[in-house]
């Protein structure tokens, strides 16, 4: 696991994101997108995961693309994530893109410490996902930004062609639980300008939480 910080230590706000095997370029072109969107201190961790399937999912679940099946590697994730989240005195929001999106949903339901998620295009089709988070939801005034493409959805995959329904599911669930929930619909499939959609998710929620 390879984590990299981008931003002033003494920053109030402190973004979590867990990444591929990203280029450290991309990454900082993302800490600059967020810093022109939020002109609000902050700094952004990522913990790059070594199994993108196995790390990210919260239970075991059959591949829906592919051949490779998801994992349960989410709970030792979280541990490691929880490690870097301390100091108290700090604000933390987690967030992600795709199955790191739907991993900080899921984080937000385990642990009070994040005050805000940024789930760009989460993988809300997962497997049993909505039936868990409405028996284990998040705090409440959690804040919460979701975004999804507005043609993730034409797939001729039966599983992902749901995801337009799930995250509206996720909103309304959220909502009932008292989380202040946005959702946004952002042009595009589930690959377009992923960095930019994060970035936006990540600047939503730090603008939201600080009141500006």
Not at 58 to 79: R, Y
Not at 114 to 136: K, M
Request: aromatic share 10%.
């Amino acid at each position: 696991m390879t984590i990299r910080e981008f931003g002033p230590l003494s920053a109030p706000y402190v973004l979590i994101e867990p990444v591929g095997d990203h280029d450290p370029d991309g990454i900082e072109a993302e800490y600059n997108k967020i810093r022109q969107r939020a002109d609000i201190e902050f700094r952004l961790v990522t913990v790059t995961v070594d199994n993108w399937n196995r790390d990210l999912s919260p239970w075991k679940a059959p591949a829906v693309f592919g051949k490779e099946d998801f994992g349960d590697g989410a709970e030792a994730l979280l541990t490691a994530v929880l490690s870097l989240c301390e100091d108290r005195s700090k604000t933390f929001i987690i967030g992600g893109y795709s199955l790191a999106g739907l991993f900080a949903l899921w984080a937000a339901t385990r642990t009070d410490i994040f005050c805000g998620v940024a789930a760009a295009s989460p993988s809300a089709w997962f497997p049993g996902f909505t039936e868990y988070l409405r028996d284990c939801g998040m705090s409440r005034g959690t804040v919460v930004s979701l975004s999804l493409g507005d043609r993730e959805a034409r797939t001729r995959n039966p599983v992902m062609s749901t995801v337009d329904t799930r995250i509206r599911e996720i909103r309304d669930i959220l909502q009932e639980q008292g989380a202040d929930v946005t959702l946004t619909w952002n042009p595009g499939n589930h690959f377009a300008e992923p960095d930019i959609r994060t970035a936006r998710a990540f600047a939503e929620v730090i603008r939201r939480l600080a009141g500006t």
